[in-house]
């Protein structure tokens, strides 16, 4: 039986070490951290803090504020910004490049079948409307809310990417 050819682009099963004989580095294995903006920090701090239970890790007033996900050694962070405070250089500290988005942006956040039954009471329970609940043609199942910045979260089975 022949071999499939790998398409291009795609990785392939020599992984690192093939990219480090051709001395190319290794594709990400993880994302370390996913960016929101909202303009009112304080709402989005009730948001993802209260309402969705994720600790805050810093808060810099009118410019950003961090929650942790996760253990803290297999932490993902999610950043909130305020795309007005962001857009512009800073004026100390690391020279982090400007950066912003207008318009709703997108995230999901995994959860087992179980967590989604109690997502799906808990949610509606704190105030917040549960825009869409529905399988996808895999039977993974995903939830849909907007946070106060009008963001798109999604709570989903990991096995929708399977």
């Known amino acids: 039986m022949a071999a499939a050819e790998t398409p291009p ?9 093939s990219a480090a ?7 990400p294995s993880a994302i370390l951290e996913t960016a929101l903006y909202a303009e009112d920090l304080d709402a989005a701090e009730a948001f ?23 253990a803290r050694t ?10 007005r405070a962001t857009a512009r250089p800073p004026r100390s500290g690391p020279p982090v490049p400007p950066h912003g988005a207008h318009g709703p942006g997108h995230m999901c ?3 087992t079948r179980d967590e989604l039954d109690a997502w799906a009471a808990h949610l509606p329970a704190a105030g917040v409307a549960i825009e869409a609940d529905f399988l996808w ?26």
């Not at 803090?49 to 994720?54: K, N, Q």
């Not at 890790?57 to 996900?69: A, D, K, S, Y």
């Not at 297999?74 to 795309?83: E, I, N, T």
């Open 9 to 17: 682009g795609a990785p392939s099963e020599k992984g690192e070490a």
């Open 21 to 27: 004989r051709s001395g190319h580095a290794a594709p």
């Open 48 to 70: 993802y803090g209260g309402v969705i239970g994720l600790p805050v890790v810093i808060r810099v007033p009118g410019r950003h504020v961090f929650f942790r996900l996760g």
């Open 74 to 83: 297999l932490a993902g962070m999610l950043l909130v910004f305020d795309p």
């Open 109 to 111: 956040f995994a959860a």
């Open 137 to 162: 043609p895999n039977g993974a199942r995903s939830i849909y809310v907007r946070d106060p910045a009008g963001n798109s979260i999604e709570f989903a089975e990991p096995r929708l990417w399977e």
